[in-house]
């Protein structure tokens, strides 16, 4: 993390830059097979963000270590995040979180799952949000988003449970990443 500076863009534990996203709990956050392959080769999350993480030309060994190290070390006192690994949503739950996601909250108004038709650009893309973060982030963001990072654009809904949890399945069924057309 030093050597790659990464604490000239990111905000960690307080310290460091905000050009790029507060990495302070990623470790809660992230699914460990998604961040080996993003610090191998950065994409955006964040369509209409001009500024880019750079591409560090990490070996499979440096990004397996880099993820391994954040997997290990930023983690949120808050919850467990494998709380709610391997969890069985069910396609009952994943289609009234559909249905929360484009009526009761209106998320496709800042978020992009369907890039034919979501307008979002203000928060990331969730296309691929599945197998890009944890389920017991989701749902605890969903919850109460201030909680996890004070600040954030992303309004507190104090969302019950259940709507939390329906969310959440929609969200982890999202597993392809949004196409540019």
Aim: aromatic share 10%; charged share 25%; net charge negative.
């Amino acid at each position: 993390m030093n050597e790659m500076n990464c604490f000239s863009c990111h905000t960690i534990n307080g310290r460091g830059g905000d050009m790029a996203p507060d990495l302070t709990w990623e470790g809660s956050a992230v699914q460990r097979k998604w961040l080996v392959a993003f610090l191998k080769n950065p994409n955006t999350l964040r369509p209409a963000l001009i500024r880019r993480m750079p591409k560090f030309n990490l070996t499979d060994a440096e990004a397996e270590t880099l993820a391994d190290y954040i997997l290990a070390v930023y983690q949120t006192p808050a919850f467990d995040r494998d709380e709610l690994d391997g969890a069985k949503f069910t396609p009952a739950e994943a289609e009234q979180g559909r249905q929360l996601f484009y009526s009761k909250y209106d998320c496709q108004s800042c978020h992009i799952v369907d890039a034919k038709n979501d307008k979002g650009y203000v928060g990331p893309t969730l296309s691929g949000v599945g197998v890009r973060m944890n389920a017991e982030w989701i749902f605890e963001w969903l919850k109460n988003p201030q909680a996890l990072r004070p600040g954030t654009m992303e309004p507190n809904w104090k969302m019950s449970d259940e709507d939390a949890r329906a969310l959440t399945a929609f969200l982890m069924a999202q597993k392809r990443e949004a196409t540019s057309k």
